[in-house]
């Protein structure tokens, strides 16, 4: 894919940890913080598209989780199933 250029302006010492961080995984830091970039887009994107489903279940009259489930869940092994609807 091509790429653009983007101008930021960081923190003197934020610039530093990524150029330590960069070195340290022999990348520039120019890579590193599109690396950043494209992880924190990703991120969003599945979280709003997990929003937009859930806002389309509850449109859909489908029933939910009891909040006391998802909390258990959330603190639960990684391996443990999302908490049925009511």
């Known amino acids: 894919m091509a790429k653009v250029s983007l101008t930021t302006r960081i923190e003197e010492d934020l610039n530093d940890a990524l150029a330590e961080i960069a070195r340290f ?47 258990d869940w959330l603190l639960a092994d990684e391996d443990r199933p999302f908490p049925s609807g009511r």
């Open 25 to 71: 995984d022999n990348l520039s830091p120019s890579d590193l913080a599109g690396q950043a970039i494209r992880n924190l887009v990703e991120e969003r994107q599945a979280m709003r598209d997990l929003v937009e489903l859930g806002l389309a279940l509850v449109d859909a009259g489908k029933d939910g989780a009891e909040p006391e489930a998802v909390h």
